[in-house]
């Protein structure tokens, strides 16, 4: 007994110091980020809807299980370790008397029959990981498994030690059985099939194995302890934290303001040696993004969704977060050095990873090309399990690289130049802003000064509807259609400028900052309270961002007005058009703002429309690449998303494919026009 006690103890005492320390290590290294008050705030005001996000995402589960099988896999685990935390008990009370039970319950059919099953569950769990990784297999099938570029042999090695849990646990419960000391008389049907196998050993054989199995439960399970903390496994400490502190109700749609030292930095007043501009290095990423990069699963959910890495280009959101980690651990004992003496002595090896530029061509740890990929989609945040905030990563480099290093794709640059001296990304000028009103057989009322009391919303028609001839018909059409329903709308006209939205997703926080300001003020001027946007990208810019700069609206799609319109019988689709027809939802309609029902709805009130659905829509919707500001930058490397999704739609066979975004319309438009009077209507 005292042998089985003293061991018992000692592995577990050495396993917590080991364990510990790494935590303690971990814990300074998030810490020399940037600090983040305002997630702890919103934890503060929140406490019941963090609860609910805990419950929901951590024990829930939910995101894990939208994908069916290996969601299933990984609950039947969680959920079972969970479970056998009893178990934990029961060994360590083991260690100090062979009879012990958890006291009120230890004796409780019920417990040991939910334990082994529990049990079982893991085993399956585990099983199927083995079958999935085994298909998925990176180096047979390449880019398209979604574990190119994970440490697959730490995987390995994390499900051999699982298995080793719960053999040892089910061997040392069988041989309990034989020896009489097992708490539970009936129910542990696991634990009593393993009994049955080991009882031809007999009584003194099975004591032994009690004692051998019991230790071997015990190491394992501190082996297990000390391999999560040095491994991906950490997710199982780390991702309950890295919810609660997520962005709620999740990092899409808005993208946060420019912080630095945990203020909202003020262009005004911001000290270049002092303030942090974007993500430069690692250490101006906050302890938030820091607890991202090592809460990573290496799952490749994120990377499966990806539009950019589906087409072929450098950019894994998974790969981001694995290479911004690296570069954090191998350069974590230069950041937690106490002084300049101490890094002076650090291996030659570690003052070459502090010196490796954040994102640069030759030698950085992120290439450029990964970073001017990306088309904020939000597949990959959509996706991620343990919510992991790329774009915000992704968009914080761009900050940088725009603002300090001023280094862009260089075909980006009238684009900011035109925002910044013309107020539209074409350079048009605002007096070009009102031509498609003249356009129309009814008067529209331009808002000179504030808006008249009987006016119901004030129409954001966008920069592209109101200059881009294909965008202006929708216009056109919208304003047709609010005007027959007898809705009360105005316009800014030259009033409207750009809402920054392009100047912001490519990093140009400044621009942004100037557009938004401007147009804030003149919302606010006009008394705008309603306002509806046709163009996605405005949506979500008015209603999720403008707050952020003291502008805040009742922001409505013109996809949603139209749908109440129609659901009201103040619009009536009456002209049959008997087509067969596929939408394509806009990303930041869609998954930035879950807008996915409305123009659904107006589709389906279309009498003789045959409405079908692409294999990626809704949530899993696959992207135009025009977000992220790729509108304005070349598409130089793999194959064009936008031929991709082209592809996608034409394998239905549609006679047209509808959007609801101008972005969209231009991005489908050019590949269906290239197909000549064969192609589908866009
Ligand atoms: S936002 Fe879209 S394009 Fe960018 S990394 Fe995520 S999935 Fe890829
Ligand atoms: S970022 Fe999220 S989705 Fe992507 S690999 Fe890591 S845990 Fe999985």
């Known amino acids: 007994m005292v042998l089985r006690m003293t061991v018992g103890l000692a592995l577990t005492a050495i396993a917590l110091a080991v364990a510990g320390r790494r935590l303690w290590w971990l814990k300074r290294l998030a810490f020399s980020g940037q600090p983040a008050p305002e997630r702890v705030a919103a934890v503060r005001a929140h406490p019941g809807r963090d609860v609910e996000t805990q419950a929901t995402e951590v024990i829930g589960q939910r995101k894990l299980l939208k994908w069916s099988v290996p969601g299933a896999a990984h609950a039947a685990t969680f959920w079972g370790f969970i479970v056998l935390l009893l178990t934990i008990i029961e060994a360590y009370g083991n260690l100090f008397s062979r009879t012990f039970a958890i006291p009120g319950i230890g004796h409780w059919a019920f417990i040991g029959f939910i334990e082994d099953l529990f049990a079982v569950g893991v085993l399956a769990g585990i099983a199927t990981f083995t079958v999935i990784r085994l298909r998925n297999n990176p180096s047979r099938e390449g880019r398209k498994s979604r574990f190119f570029g994970s440490h697959t042999r730490a995987a390995w090695v994390v499900l051999g030690m699982i298995f080793l849990v719960i053999a040892t646990l089910l061997l040392y419960r069988g041989a309990q059985i034989n020896t009489g000391v097992f708490p539970y008389k009936h129910g542990a049907f696991a634990s009593e099939i393993v009994g049955h196998w080991l009882h031809p050993l007999g009584t003194g054989v099975n004591s032994v194995l ?153 030698g950085g740890v992120i290439d450029p090309d990964v970073i001017w990929s990306c088309t904020n989609c939000g597949a990959c945040v959509e996706e991620c399990p343990v919510d992991i905030e790329h774009i915000d990563h992704i968009d914080g480099m761009r900050r940088h690289q725009v603002l300090i290093e001023s280094a862009f794709p260089v075909e980006a640059a009238g684009m900011l130049r035109n925002l910044e001296n013309k107020g539209d990304p074409w350079g048009m000028g605002e007096m070009r802003r009102a031509e498609w009103i003249t356009e129309l057989d009814f008067e529209i009322p331009v808002v000179d000064g504030t808006i008249d009391p009987e006016i119901e919303y004030l129409f954001w028609v966008g920069c592209a509807g109101a200059l881009e001839d294909r965008a202006k018909k929708t216009t056109k059409a919208i304003a047709t259609l609010l005007h027959t329903a007898g809705v009360k709308f105005a316009v800014l006209g030259p009033a409207e400028t750009c809402t920054g939205d392009p100047a912001r997703r490519i990093g140009n926080e400044f621009v942004f900052s100037m557009l938004a300001q401007q147009n804030v003020e003149t919302l606010n001027e ?96 696959f992207c135009c690449g025009a977000g992220g ?38 991005m489908l438009g050019d590949p269906c026009r290239l197909l000549g009077p064969s192609g589908p209507l866009l």
């Open 210 to 362: 009690e004692v051998v199995f019991l230790l071997g439960q015990i190491a394992v399970v501190m082996a297990f302890a000390v391999i999560v903390v040095y491994s991906k496994h950490l997710h199982i400490a780390l991702a309950p934290l890295n919810v609660l502190f997520s962005r709620r109700p999740n990092a899409l749609g808005p993208l946060e303001p420019m912080r630095s030292n945990g203020k909202v930095l003020d262009f005004e007043e911001a000290d270049p040696d002092t303030d942090v501009f974007g993500l430069g290095k690692i250490e101006d990423f906050t302890w938030k993004g820091l607890l991202d990069m090592a809460t990573c699963t290496e799952c490749g959910r994120c990377q499966s969704q990806c539009p950019a890495w589906a087409t072929g280009k450098p950019l894994s959101p998974k790969q981001v977060i694995l290479d911004l980690r690296d570069h954090a651990f191998a350069k974590a004992p230069y950041l937690l050095a106490a002084s300049d003496d101490e890094r002076e002595k650090l291996p030659d090896d570690v003052k070459k990873e502090a010196e490796r530029p954040l994102v640069g061509k030759d």
């Open 629 to 666: 500001a790729r509108m304005w930058m070349e598409e130089r490397i793999g194959k064009r998303i936008n031929t991709e999704r082209i592809e996608e739609a034409l394998a239905l066979e549609p006679d047209t494919i509808s959007t609801a975004c101008p972005y969209c319309l231009v």
């Open 526 to 621: 006009a008394g705008a309270k309603k306002v509806v946007a046709s163009c996605p990208h405005c949506f979500n810019t008015i209603s999720r961002e403008y707050p952020q700069l003291g502008g805040n609206y009742e922001v409505i799609h013109h996809t949603q007005l139209l749908a109440r319109l129609v659901a009201e019988g103040r619009l009536q689709p009456v002209t049959a058009v008997e087509e067969k027809l596929t939408y394509h939802d806009p990303c930041f309609l869609g998954r930035h703002n879950k807008v996915y029902t409305p123009p659904r709805e107006i589709l389906d009130a279309v009498p003789g429309v045959e409405a079908t659905e692409m294999h990626r829509c809704k949530e899993r919707g």
